[in-house]
């Protein structure tokens, strides 16, 4: 698989470039991948880069959105802060990606057991990571279910994944709000912005279509 090129990129539409990343995390899930040259890649990008979709993603060491979607270097750009939330940077970030470099795709990816979300959930407090949790508290507070305050913490998994699922939302939200590049090229069917969570027991993404 070579890297892409402005005549492949242009090929790509926001439906084509989510149906790579399906086909991308399936090949991941039964333990194969496209045959490609990563030295040839390096190669071939060293004048230009031409991905075709941005991915939000967590930094945790077990969700590397080049290897869950099976990408090669030049396909996507990788963006990664703990919690997967949007700041002024990151929606700069995208509108650079989108709008200057011509992905069709942008992804916030969450994932189940998320270790900033269960930070969020406790109210933890250690550092500049004080403020980076606040980001997430949003998403807390807009999970009504269960209401006994003792259920609502790191412990309960079930809630820290629908804590999880409620930031990509949120996250989502942001950036129609906060992005008028990006909230208008989706308006055009220039891209698209889709939600995903990927589970880190079986390596499977569910996108939020």
């Not at 004048?47 to 939000?56: C, K, N, R, S, V």
């Not at 802060?81 to 002024?88: R, W």
């Not at 807390?140 to 939302?169: G, I, M, T, W």
């Amino acid at each position: 698989m070579k890297a892409h090129t402005k005549e492949t990129q242009a090929t790509m539409t926001p439906e084509k470039s989510l149906q790579f990343l399906k086909e991308g995390n399936q090949r991941f899930q039964q333990n194969l991948k496209a045959n490609r040259n990563l030295l040839e890649q390096v190669n071939d990008t060293s004048e230009g880069q031409f991905p075709f979709a941005t991915i939000l993603s967590c930094i945790d060491s077990r969700v590397s959105a080049e290897l869950v979607f099976d990408q090669g270097l030049g396909d996507i750009f990788s963006v990664r802060i703990a919690g997967n939330f949007v700041n002024e940077d990151i929606l700069g970030s995208m509108e650079f990606a989108c709008k200057l470099a011509g992905t069709k795709l942008i992804v916030v990816l969450g994932h189940t057991s998320c270790g900033a979300v269960k930070g969020a959930c406790d109210h933890a407090e250690m550092g500049n990571l004080t403020k980076l949790i606040q980001k997430i508290t949003p998403a807390v507070n807009a999970v009504s279910e269960p209401k006994d305050e003792s259920l609502r913490n790191s412990k309960n998994l079930e809630f820290v994944d629908e804590v999880s699922k409620k930031n990509v939302e949120l996250t989502i939200d942001r950036i129609h709000a906060e992005s008028p590049i990006l909230s208008e090229m989706e308006k055009n069917g220039e891209i698209k912005i889709i939600g995903a969570m990927y589970d880190i027991n079986t390596g499977d993404v569910q996108f939020y279509e």
